[in-house]
């Protein structure tokens, strides 16, 4: 199969993105960021020849699997991997206790709603975003500029279809390039058949990373439903939380911006979505979930033996989520198809 970027002559070549990215702002560094969704698998594949390492953000929100996955991946792909942790951003955010810089104390909000999206997204993901700008730019100048790959496409949403392929976090030094920006939803489905990526269970369970559930943006009452049945042990903690919430007499103290009655919380249809949160535009345009289907096999998967895509030959079948054992070889950055294994 050829690249995707290769069949339309209008739009930009990844490898020529993130060059024009590079020429323009000359990092010091550059991270692809990675949440373990199917988007970020095909970004850190297509453009691994470009980045220094896998950027991760722990929002101490995720479900079962996802961190487990992101580390198996990046072992697989030979890639350096860098956490950052959020730590109790969440519960903070919920309850109060944060420290502002004046030394007085935050008072909690309840569960965010879509109006106060944009303060989980702050505190949960790009707090996280600065830090990891600010470590990679030791013993450079103040002016040296940190290059982040991110997995934005204009066809996700209307919001996005106005994004453009590089961009500059607002009065910090760190550089957005979206290498995939032209890229459609079948582009992405093709080449994640073709190179046979890994799919995470949060992925294929949920379509969506599942790396952040602060419900700001959620359909509450499917997704709830949706959580309680695939992640019973997670969700209770979250009803652990909904209830500290409601015991401090806090009003939106039901998780993704409720009231005990079911009122959410003000709705603001316009509400800035983070450059990191892959689901979220989707999420504001849709009333509901979609209902989850039953997984799909990739083709080597059909039997129980596991028939290869092209050449018939048997191979041993692989679990969804389960990585391959064999390091991804590192290939020139012009390759684009992925050499069969004998």
């Known amino acids: 199969m050829s690249d995707p970027s290769n069949t339309n002559t209008t739009r930009e070549d990844p490898d ?29 594949h297509r453009c691994r020849e470009h980045y220094d390492g896998l950027a991760f953000i722990d929002t101490g929100t995720a479900v079962p699997g996802v961190a487990e996955f992101v580390a198996d991946f990046a072992q697989w792909i030979g890639k350096p991997l860098r956490v950052m942790h959020a730590g109790d951003a969440f519960r903070k955010l919920v309850l109060g206790g944060s420290v502002r810089r004046n030394g007085t104390v935050e008072e909690g909000i309840g569960f965010p709603g879509p109006a106060m999206h944009s303060r989980s997204y702050r505190a949960l993901k790009e707090s996280q975003i600065k830090a990891l700008l600010r470590e990679s730019k030791v013993g450079h100048s103040r002016r040296a500029r940190v290059l982040f790959l991110s997995g934005i496409r204009r066809a996700e949403s209307r919001r996005r279809s106005q994004r453009v392929p590089i961009d500059r976090l607002g009065g910090t030094a760190a ?26 269970d949060a992925a294929a369970l949920m379509h969506r990373s599942g790396e952040c559930n602060c419900g700001a943006f959620a359909s509450a009452a499917a ?15 979250i009803e652990t939380l909904e209830a500290e919430a409601e015991a401090a007499g806090l009003q939106w103290c039901r998780w993704g911006g409720y009231d005990r009655d079911g009122q959410r919380a003000t709705d603001t249809k316009r ?18 979930l979609p ?14 033996q596991g028939v290869g895509v092209a050449s018939g030959e048997r191979k041993p079948a692989r679990r969804r989520g389960e990585l391959p054992s064999a390091p991804l070889p590192m290939l020139p950055a012009g390759h684009t198809k992925r050499e069969r294994r004998p």
């Open 16 to 44: 020529q993105v993130v060059a024009r990215a590079k020429a323009e702002h000359k990092p010091v560094a550059t991270w692809c960021l990675f949440s373990g969704g199917n988007d970020s698998t095909v970004l850190a």
């Open 175 to 200: 550089v957005f390039a979206n290498p995939l920006i032209d890229w459609t939803g079948e582009d992405m489905r093709r080449y994640r058949s073709e190179h046979e990526l890994p799919e995470s």
């Open 223 to 237: 997704e709830r439903a949706t959580l309680k049945l695939l992640y019973p042990e997670f969700f209770s903690s």
């Open 271 to 288: 509400q800035s979505v983070g450059l990191l949160c892959e689901s979220c535009d989707s999420r504001q345009h849709a009333p509901a």
């Open 291 to 304: 209902r989850v289907r039953p997984l799909r096999r990739p083709a080597c998967e059909q039997t129980t």
